[in-house]
C-alpha cells in the first residue's frame, strides 16, 4: 500500500490531479515487479475524472514488466463466444505469464442476463475473494481454473457502482479506488492542454476561469464546451470573453451541442431565408420551443438575464423558471 515516501511511476507523469490514484497504482506496480501481492484496482468515478487513463497507463506499465494484459472498453465485447471472449478464456485458462484484465464500464456485466456475462461475474467474484489465495475456480466443465491474486490482476472501472455492487461486497475484495473530483485549478490545468492541443488562443484568464467553472469537478463538460467552441468560433483568432459567453448561451439551448451545418440553418432561419418547419424537418434533434429561443436569443437587445452560468439549467425546476424568464420577455409566440 503506498505511504508518504510512495514515488509516483513515470508513467503517470502529467496526469492532473488524482494524487491518491497515483499513489496507490505506483505502489502496485513496484509490488508486481517485485513479485509480491498485486493490487486488484476498482476505480469509481464520475464521467470525466480521468480513470480510464490512469487505468491504461497502469497497464502500460505491468506491460513493460512481462504481463499479458487485455483490455476491454466494455464487458459486452465478451457477450458472444469467439472473438474477446475466447481471447479471454484463453488467458485465464491458460497463463504462460502474469496477466491484467481490464473491463471498464464494468457495471454492464451486472445489466445483461447471458450466460458468458454471468460467468465473467462470477469468475471475477472468486478470483477477488480474499480468503482463499490461489484458489481453484470451477465454473463448468469447460471453464475451471486456479487464479493467483499474487501474480495477476484484474481491473474494474465504473461510472456507476451501485449498479455493480449493490450490496458493497464487491468493494472489499478489491483495493477500490474512488477518484477525487477536480479542483478549479486542476481544471485550468486541464483546459489549458486541452486548448493548446487545438491550437486554440484566448484573450484573458477571465475566459479560463469561466470555462472551467462550468466542469463542477469533472473533465467531461470543459471537453464539451471546447468542442463546440471549435464549431461556432472556430481557432483562427484569440478567445474572447464575449464569444465564451455566446457558447456557454447556444450550449444552454441545445446542450447536446450543434455541427457547424445546424448553426448555418439557424442563422439562415432567424434571418427567414428558411422556414422553421423546415429546418425543423432538416434537424431532428432540436425541438420547435428550442428554435423560438435560440431566435430570441439573437434578435432580442435584452438578453443579459441569458448570460448565466450552466448551473441554471441544472434542474428541472430551475428549466421551467428559465423558460418563464424567456416568456416574460416576450421570446415565445
Known sequence: MPNSTTTIHPNFAGIVG???????????????????????????APPGCGKTEIAHRYLDALEAQ??????????????LAGGAWDDFVSMVMNPTSPYAVYFDEAHEMVEDNVKNMNTLFTFIRKAMDRTNDNRDIVLSEEFSTRFDRSKNVIMLSTNFMHKLDKSGALQSRFDHLK????REDELKQILTRMMTVNNMR???????????????????????????????????????????????????LFPKGLSAEEIQLLQMGVNREIKDNQFLATVP??????????????????????????????????????LSLIAAKGFLD
Do not use: H
Open 202 to 252: 484566448w484573450e484573458s484568464e477571465e475566459v479560463l476561469t469561466v470555462i472551467s467553472r462550468c466542469g463542477r469537478g469533472t473533465a467531461r463538460p470543459i471537453k464539451n464546451i471546447v468542442e463546440q467552441t471549435l464549431t461556432v468560433i472556430g481557432n483562427d483568432r484569440p478567445l474572447t470573453i464575449n464569444d465564451t459567453m455566446r457558447v456557454l448561451r447556444l450550449m444552454k
Open 179 to 182: 477518484l477525487d473530483l477536480y
Open 66 to 79: 512481462g504481463f499479458r494484459t487485455m483490455r476491454l472498453a466494455s464487458p459486452r465485447e465478451i457477450r
Open 285 to 322: 434533434s432540436v425541438e420547435a420551443s428550442q428554435l423560438r429561443m435560440f431566435k430570441g436569443y439573437l434578435t432580442s437587445p435584452e438578453v443579459n438575464f441569458l448570460a448565466i452560468t450552466p448551473r441554471g439549467m441544472e434542474t428541472t425546476k430551475r428549466g421551467k423558471q428559465y
Open 18 to 44: 488524482q494524487a491518491r490514484a497515483k499513489e496507490l497504482l505506483s505502489a502496485g506496480i513496484v509490488a508486481a515487479g517485485a513479485g509480491r501481492a498485486a493490487i486488484q484496482p476498482l476505480i469509481d
